[in-house]
């Protein structure tokens, strides 16, 4: 069933809609057990749209095997996504920034609030996000080192490749995320993919996660998959590759790949001149687990990340 979960007026007659859609067994007995599924904080990240699709529909099609219920809120930012805006359009606002909101607020203080309000309390919650447009990820979850404790365990069976650990001191504390988390609903936040693109295999590979998850939690009683074993690690065993000047950045490797100290990773052309201006190199040996996506880069640029690889 489709609910509102938040509403608030906007101009020319309009308004701010946030909903969700509850699946969940046609006789309760009050003791389900409930996840959450989060996306469109960002309206430019698209993957998670597919995600909601593909669960719904998996459901649907073994409804006797749903013992326990499933929230998907597809669409935090609705106005974002139908502009094809990072934030909230007209506001300036990264909506990311304003949990957990205030019910006495600003507009976009008071829908944070009513969406920390609806998902708490859930048994897990997965909050996903795609890169931006420059940059593509593997399917990975990251987690502030203070709740490492609580969500490493939820983060193995979540079929994802690699679980970075971040400081805490790297972690903002009005993000969706962390406030939850530090009120007892644990989440993990999912990133994958490009932004304003859908990576099907990424999205299906998630969805295989999430429902190992359920089945966990006495959920889903249908088959599931064997979730993969993801690597894990913590900032310091992560190395930024950055560009030295601007132009056109084209990589010699694939990314997801392993890579040896001094492999070149790519090149950073100059259409004018005709020439290679920069050749970017591995300093590690290690695993590409970011690649730069959009070519035209400026100084400074991203262009990679790889972990480290620990004897």
């Keep these: 069933m489709i609910k509102t979960v938040a509403s608030a007026p906007l101009p020319a ?13 046609e006789i309760l007995s009050g003791k389900e057990k409930r996840i959450s599924v989060v996306t469109g904080i960002h309206g430019d990240e698209l993957e998670g749209q597919y995600v909601c699709y593909e669960i719904q529909r998996r459901i649907k099609e073994q409804q006797k095997c ?9 669409a935090l930012n609705p106005l974002g996504i139908d502009s094809i805006t990072r934030g909230i359009p007209h506001f300036d606002l990264d909506m990311n920034r304003i949990f957990p909101g205030n019910s006495e607020g600003s507009m976009a203080e008071y829908i944070a609030s009513k969406i920390i309000d609806d998902v708490k309390g859930s048994d897990l919650c997965f909050d996903i996000h795609a890169s931006n447009i420059f940059l593509c990820e593997i399917p990975q979850v990251r987690i502030n080192e203070l709740c490492a404790d609580i969500l490493v365990p939820f983060a193995k069976r979540l079929n994802i490749d690699y679980v970075w650990i971040h400081g805490a001191a790297t972690v903002l504390e009005s993000t969706f995320a962390h406030s939850l988390n530090t009120v007892g609903t644990p989440v993990l936040v999912v990133e994958m993919g490009v932004g304003m693109r859908v990576t099907k295999e990424y999205c299906k590979q ?6 190992v998850e359920m089945k966990d ?33 084209l990589p010699t490797v694939k990314h997801w790949t392993n890579v040896k100290a001094g492999e070149k990773i790519g090149e950073i052309l100059n259409p004018l001149e005709g020439t290679v201006k920069e050749e970017i190199y591995s300093d590690c040996d290690g695993i590409l687990f970011t690649l730069r996506e959009y070519p035209v880069v400026s100084e400074g640029s991203l262009i990679g990340r790889i972990l480290e690889r620990q004897e």
Excluded: C, M
């Design 217 to 249: 939690f006495g959920i889903w009683s249908g088959e599931v998959i064997d979730p993969k074993e993801p690597l894990i690690s913590t900032d310091g065993q992560v190395h930024y590759l950055n560009a030295g000047y601007a132009g056109v950045f």
């Design 13 to 25: 007659v309009e308004n701010y809609i946030v909903k969700k859609q509850r699946l969940q067994p």
């Design 66 to 74: 749903l013992h326990g219920i499933v929230d998907i809120y597809p």
């Design 206 to 211: 998630l969805v295989d996660g999430i429902f």
